[in-house]
């Protein structure tokens, strides 16, 4: 079981806080990394820019590939393929 990692931060004049340094590091952020805050009633969530919007995609795309016919590898595959094939024929 995960054990929660529970630190305060000051927000600053013009709205800045600092993520605190145990956070940064279990997050994997750094200078110039971009995070996401999803707010629900009273508690914000925080996360990693690029994870949060992996995620939205997975939760957008999910039945599409059994819409399209594409149940196994190998039709992942041969649509790869077929879309190379367009694109080296351009």
Not at 35 to 62: H, P
């Amino acid at each position: 079981m995960n054990v929660p990692i529970i630190d305060n931060a000051k927000i600053m004049s013009k709205g800045q806080v600092t993520i605190p340094k145990e956070i940064r590091n279990l997050l994997k952020v750094s200078e110039g990394d971009r995070v996401t805050f999803i707010c629900e009633g009273d508690y914000a969530i925080v996360m990693k820019a690029n994870l949060y919007a992996m995620r939205t995609l997975q939760k957008e795309m999910s039945g599409e590939f059994e819409k399209a016919g594409i149940n196994s590898e190998e039709d992942i595959m041969s649509l790869v393929r077929e879309v190379r094939a367009e694109i080296e024929g351009l």
